[in-house]
């Protein structure tokens, strides 16, 4: 697992959104995420902090929720298209969850509490769900 605290620094207006909410308990990911994909179609520069539970929406071979809920790895699939390519894990997060950076279904730099501070730091727009 790499943790760093070294976070690149972007130009202001850059927008950060912290997921902390996981898969199916409730809308508030799938808000997040939507949020996240409208700003960048908009030209907005974004970035993904999973954190918590939201950290879970990372898992690959996710279903669907229990309700017929969609998953999230087909949105987590589009976030390329949207030029969306700093996404960050905190890394006491995937730990309590027994989660290894590597092993996820996107590309991810997990970070730790100083890293976490930076990245809020760094971001002109912080939107949390």
Known sequence: MTVTTSVDEGPAGELLVILRHGP????????????????????????LLFMGSGVAALMPGQGK????????????????????????????????????????????????SGGVAQLMACHSLVMTF
């Open 24 to 47: 199916h308990s409730g809308i508030a990911l799938k808000e997040g995420l939507d949020a996240a994909l409208v700003a960048a179609a908009f030209g907005r520069r974004v970035s």
């Open 65 to 112: 929720g229990p309700l017929d809920q969609k998953g999230t790895l087909p949105t987590l699939d589009m976030l390329e298209m949207y030029d969306i390519d700093r996404c960050y894990a905190d890394s006491a997060s995937l730990e309590a969850l027994d989660m290894s950076a590597d092993a996820l279904a996107i590309d991810v730099t997990a970070v730790d």
